[in-house]
């Protein structure tokens, strides 16, 4: 069983047609044509959105992936036209918006890694190949790959895995040129990112981008990065100083929240038919602490001086 726990009504904001609830976003369309993204405080642990809430989570996504955008910005073009309110919104949707391009939306994740966890780890188990990508003998949950790799991923519904595909399947899918403009542009900003994050003190050990199309003033079309960007939703951030390969690294957000639906205390079976229950406060404060404490890390600016 998955998917959402209780599904979120949407908001009506007059001049905004509403398009898609996401696990975590909420799309709509604004009478200009584009795309408003409004990231909620939902999040999701083992396949299932969960029925509470990670109060400001939205809104660190939204700050955090600003901030990268802005960092990455001469290696790739970005969807975001602006972080203004849209006229009529909710004062809660402050500092959680974005006013995006929309995009042709290629339909693969890209994800790059540069260690061995998740479902790199399973496969590479399996035959020490990650995405039909041949690997060394001998490494562990955790490891550092010799460099990174580009491992595609097919988007699933809310609710289902997604699945790792070879570069070969993802050539099939978009043609061989884009399948390079994607494995090229996903493995330099994942570059750019890890060494950014590794003088903050943070192991960037794998993230997924999102990428659309735009059309160019020339009849052509350009790639550009969309959706979130290295959030702690979208990637894997371990603590350098505590980074142990042999053992599953502690993941910096989702850790408290998976440590207590599993353990005695929460009375639930993850493999069972049951939705989670909701989480306890002492839960929901530490995890909001912790997506803080990533923001506060790899931007080296404090939550607090906000302007929100
Ligand atoms: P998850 O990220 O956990 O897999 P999800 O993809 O279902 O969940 P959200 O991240 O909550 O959903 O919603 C964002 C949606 O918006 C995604 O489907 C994403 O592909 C899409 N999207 C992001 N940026 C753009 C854009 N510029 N144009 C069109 N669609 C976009
Ligand atoms: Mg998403």
Same mark, same amino acid.
């Not at 901030?67 to 972080?83: E, G, I, K, R, Y």
């Not at 207590?260 to 929901?284: C, F, K, M, N, Y």
């Given at each position: 069983?998955? /998917?959402?726990?209780?599904?979120?009504?949407?908001?009506?904001?007059? /001049?905004?047609?509403?398009?898609? &609830?996401?696990?975590?976003?909420?799309?709509?369309?604004?009478?200009?044509?584009?795309?408003?993204?409004?990231?909620?405080?939902?999040?999701?642990?083992?396949?299932?959105?969960?029925? &509470?809430?990670?109060?400001?989570? /939205?809104?660190?996504?939204?700050?955090?992936?600003?901030? %990268?955008?802005?960092?990455?910005?001469?290696?790739?073009?970005?969807?975001?036209?602006?972080?203004?309110? @849209?006229? /009529?919104? @909710? +004062?809660?949707?402050?500092?959680?918006?974005?006013?995006?391009?929309?995009?042709?939306?290629?339909?693969?994740?890209?994800?790059?890694? =540069?260690?061995?966890?998740?479902?790199?780890?399973?496969?590479?188990?399996?035959?020490? &190949?990650?995405?039909?990508?041949?690997?060394?003998?001998?490494?562990?949950?955790?490891?550092?790959?010799?460099?990174?790799?580009?491992?595609?991923?097919?988007?699933?519904?809310?609710?289902?895995?997604?699945?790792?595909?070879?570069?070969?399947?993802?050539?099939?899918?978009?043609?061989?040129?884009?399948? +390079?403009?994607?494995?090229?542009? &996903? *493995?330099?900003?994942?570059?750019?990112?890890?060494?950014?994050?590794?003088?903050?003190?943070?192991?960037?050990?794998?993230?997924?981008?999102?990428?659309?199309?735009?059309?160019?003033?020339?009849?052509?079309?350009?790639?550009?990065?969309?959706?979130?960007?290295?959030? @702690?939703?979208?990637?894997?951030?371990? @603590?350098?100083?505590? %980074?142990?390969?042999?053992?599953?690294?502690?993941?910096?957000?989702? !850790?408290?929240?998976?440590?207590?639906?599993?353990?005695?205390?929460? =009375?639930?079976?993850?493999? =069972?038919?049951?939705?989670?229950?909701? *989480?306890? !406060?002492?839960?929901?404060?530490?995890?909001?602490?912790?997506? *803080?404490?990533?923001?506060?890390?790899?931007?080296?600016?404090?939550?607090?001086?906000?302007?929100?």
């Amino acid at each position: 069983m998955s /998917g959402f726990v209780e599904k979120p009504e949407p908001v009506q904001v007059p /001049g905004l047609t509403h398009l898609h &609830t996401g696990k975590v976003r909420d799309l709509y369309r604004n009478e200009a044509g584009d795309l408003v993204m409004v990231a909620s405080d939902r999040i999701s642990a083992y396949d299932w959105v969960l029925p &509470t809430e990670i109060p400001d989570k /939205g809104r660190v996504l939204t700050q955090l992936s600003l901030w %990268w955008f802005d960092q990455l910005a001469d290696l790739v073009p970005n969807h975001v036209l602006s972080a203004e309110l @849209p006229a /009529g919104a @909710p +004062a809660d949707w402050a500092g959680r918006t974005l006013i995006c391009r929309s995009l042709r939306m290629v339909q693969v994740e890209c994800v790059a890694r =540069g260690y061995l966890a998740g479902s790199g780890l399973v496969e590479y188990d399996a035959d020490r &190949t990650v995405c039909g990508i041949g690997l060394p003998e001998g490494l562990v949950d955790g490891s550092e790959l010799p460099g990174p790799i580009f491992t595609p991923a097919t988007k699933a519904a809310v609710g289902d895995h997604d699945e790792n595909v070879s570069y070969e399947e993802v050539a099939r899918e978009v043609g061989p040129e884009t399948a +390079a403009l994607l494995r090229r542009t &996903t *493995l330099d900003v994942y570059s750019r990112a890890r060494d950014i994050a590794r003088e903050r003190g943070i192991i960037l050990a794998d993230t997924k981008f999102e990428f659309g199309f735009a059309p160019t003033e020339d009849g052509g079309e350009e790639l550009i990065l969309a959706d979130e960007v290295l959030t @702690p939703d979208s990637s894997r951030f371990w @603590p350098a100083e505590i %980074w142990e390969p042999g053992k599953a690294q502690p993941s910096y957000d989702k !850790q408290f929240v998976r440590d207590w639906l599993t353990s005695p205390a929460s =009375g639930w079976d993850r493999h =069972g038919e049951q939705p989670p229950p909701p *989480l306890p !406060q002492a839960i929901v404060d530490a995890t909001r602490a912790k997506y *803080l404490e990533a923001y506060e890390l790899l931007t080296g600016l404090n939550w607090s001086d906000q302007k929100l």
